[in-house]
């Protein structure tokens, strides 16, 4: 049998791994607070790895990020000053920027050396967002940074590691954190949080879905597959006003006209579709709860 020298091995679980075929390595390092890895697989091309887990590649990083932001920036008739925390390839960054109703988005990554290694490796992720005049990056702990924010933000976006993976970022998926997330939050506000997966991490994820909920009147689940995470990554919006599923597709069509946000994955049907998906969960967890 032929083995393939040269591969990285990703779990996505703790009993299920990616077997994923590299072409080169370009960082392998430890940072302060995670390691940091480049590589060029050649299945999915150019990555950020951190901690083993793959954050996103170039060849379905549209379909992830798009997926993150677009439905809670839609959903909201005037974001106009928009955090992320997390987001360290600056693609969720660029995604929000394509609004052209931001006037300012703040990026807040916790490791100065993930900004560093994307703006040197990962041009195709950023494509320039950390130049762009509107555009803020605070090398901060998102949890310290929240602190003391009231009513700054129209929408907040939550591109972390995963809630299961490095320490860093457990407690900005607990209901204090959301707490401060809310209070953070205009009025009208609209968070989105990337959450795993609701199939591999079951019990992780749910407490994830209960915090937001303890939190936000208006909490919508979805969940897209992410080749390169071979899973469907979970997503959880949690609202104070506005209710995605209230928009047709032919509304959000015309608000991303208006907007002039060019897509490659999202769309009005998209948005739909994505909100009408069922949430990817084990037959064990659903019988005796789907009536
Ligand atoms: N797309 C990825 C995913 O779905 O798993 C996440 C994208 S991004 C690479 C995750 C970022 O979260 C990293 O850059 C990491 O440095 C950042 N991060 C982790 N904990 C953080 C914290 N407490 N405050 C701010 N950023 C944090």
Redesign the pocket.
Known sequence: MKLKPFVMLQPVSSRTWLIMELKNIIVDKKTR??SLAVVDFREYGRA?V?DD????SEED?HI??ES?VHIAMISHPNPRRVLI?????G??LREVLKHKTVEKAVM????RE??EAAKKYLDKFHQGSFEDPRAEVII??????IRNKVKEFQVIIL????PY??E??R??YSKEFYSNVYRALSDDGIMVT?A?SSFYFEEVYNEVLENVKAVFPIVLEYNVW?PC?GYA?NFIIGSKKYNPLDLSPQEVDSIIRDRGVKTLFYSGKTHIALLYTPIFRRKSYLVGKVS
């Open positions: 607070y995670q950020l951190l887990l793959v954050q996103s990083e992830y990020h993150l925390i997390g987001g360290g390839e693609a969720t807040v990554d916790i490791d993930v900004i901060m702990d998102g949890r310290e940074y591109d972390l590691t995963d993976g490095p860093i970022s407690s900005l990337q795993g992410i995470f990554c």
